[in-house]
């Protein structure tokens, strides 16, 4: 008799986005997202917004996902959300839903960690991949150096001490006069100006730790030194300089745990690792130390609820699943490296 085929269902809602997507037996069958516009003139997300509009858009979200699949909610082998870490009010959306699906399907329900999932967006397309893999998750959120093992075991060995990589390239770009979120806006800017016009301090610190706020304090007080109207006029200049700025770093990071951990591959992943020069730069390494390297497609790469679906997917093989009463969390919860 043939094995019954896994479905799972998976939400996402942890910021600003509310996606659901379905994945059947280890592959993405549908990958819906709904944006929300309405934080774009406020600079940054507004989280009493967020919650409302993950309200409005939750159900068309998952009946838009479940149509595409061409699955019935009675097909399903189980409910994923993410847990956390995010804005309270947008995973509670996301968490009741959820939770108030599995009670009516009477199927079991995953709770997931979002930057787990952001790891596991690499398996969707690249598994299986040699391990233990070393992965480089840049979000706008998080800064993080994950070990993982062979049975998807994943371990914090660094992390960031202040802002996200993502998160200084959103406040470079707010300084630079960019619309909210700027990362993609430096990213295209940067392909027309040259990265060796300026430099910014760049921060020494030991073992895989990161810091961005003195890069970012330095591109402040750069710009407060120069005549009005000179960032107007450099803006490709100063945008591909603090951008490889911000890669060379990343890279310089990555480079020295991999000549002490030796990893069988390595791979990047999070919102940031949509940038461009960081792609192009991470293969280059990836070459350099002949090591088999991984980027998952954009639409995995920024927030999506596919790679929470993998992430679903391999809780459900553990059977790792979780009661009715599970509450979502807004930080990370932290340990000796700990990583959920
Ligand atoms: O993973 P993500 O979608 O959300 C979080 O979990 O944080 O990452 C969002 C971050 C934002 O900081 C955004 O500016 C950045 O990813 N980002 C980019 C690019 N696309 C998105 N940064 C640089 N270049 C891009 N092309
Ligand atoms: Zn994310």
């Known amino acids: 008799m043939p094995a019954e085929s896994v479905n799972i ?6 910021c600003d986005d509310t996606a659901a997507a379905v994945l059947c037996d280890g592959k993405i069958r549908a990958n819906i997202i709904a944006g929300q516009e309405v934080h774009r003139m406020y600079g940054g997300v507004i989280p009493e917004l967020a919650g409302r509009a993950h309200q409005s858009n939750i159900l068309p979200v998952v009946q838009q996902a479940l149509a595409q699949a061409g699955l019935a909610a009675n097909e399903l082998s189980a409910i994923a959300f993410t847990r956390g870490p995010g804005l309270m009010g947008s995973l509670l959306v996301g968490a009741g839903f959820a939770k108030g699906l599995a009670i009516a399907l009477n199927k079991p329900l995953i709770g997931i960690d979002h930057l787990h999932a952001h790891v596991s967006a690499v398996f969707i397309e690249h598994d299986p991949i040699p391990k ?7 979000s706008g959120g998080h800064t993080q ?11 914090l060995i660094g992390s960031t001490l202040d802002d996200a990589a993502g998160e200084a390239l959103d406040k470079a770009a707010k300084m630079l006069g960019l619309p909210y979120p700027g990362g993609p806006f430096i990213d295209r800017l940067s392909r027309e100006g040259r990265p060796d016009a300026h430099t910014f301090s760049t921060a020494r610190l030991p073992d ?12 402040l007080y750069f710009l407060k030194a120069q005549v009005p109207g000179f ?3 450099y803006l490709p200049d100063i945008c591909a300089s603090f951008q490889e700025q911000v890669v060379q770093y990343l890279l310089k990071v990555t480079r020295k745990a991999i000549v002490n951990l030796k990893p069988a591959s390595i791979a990047l992943s999070g919102g940031v690792s949509a ?8 293969v280059e390494m990836g070459a350099e130390f002949g090591l088999p390297t991984c980027i998952p497609s954009f639409e995995y790469c920024t927030d999506n609820a596919a790679m929470i679906a993998m992430a679903g997917y391999l809780a459900y093989q553990r059977k790792d699943f979780c009661g009715l009463d599970v509450m979502p969390y807004a930080r990370q919860p932290s340990g000796d490296g700990a990583f959920l």
């Open 208 to 219: 895989y730790q990161f810091s961005f706020s003195g890069m970012k304090t330095s591109l």
């Open 132 to 138: 233990p893999m070393l992965c480089l998750l840049v």
């Open 9 to 14: 269902l998976a939400i996402e809602s942890s």
């Open 275 to 282: 940038n461009s020069r960081l792609r192009e730069t991470f």
């Open 145 to 155: 150096l994950i070990w993982v093992d062979e049975h998807h075991n994943m371990e």
């Open 231 to 233: 960032a107007e006029q």
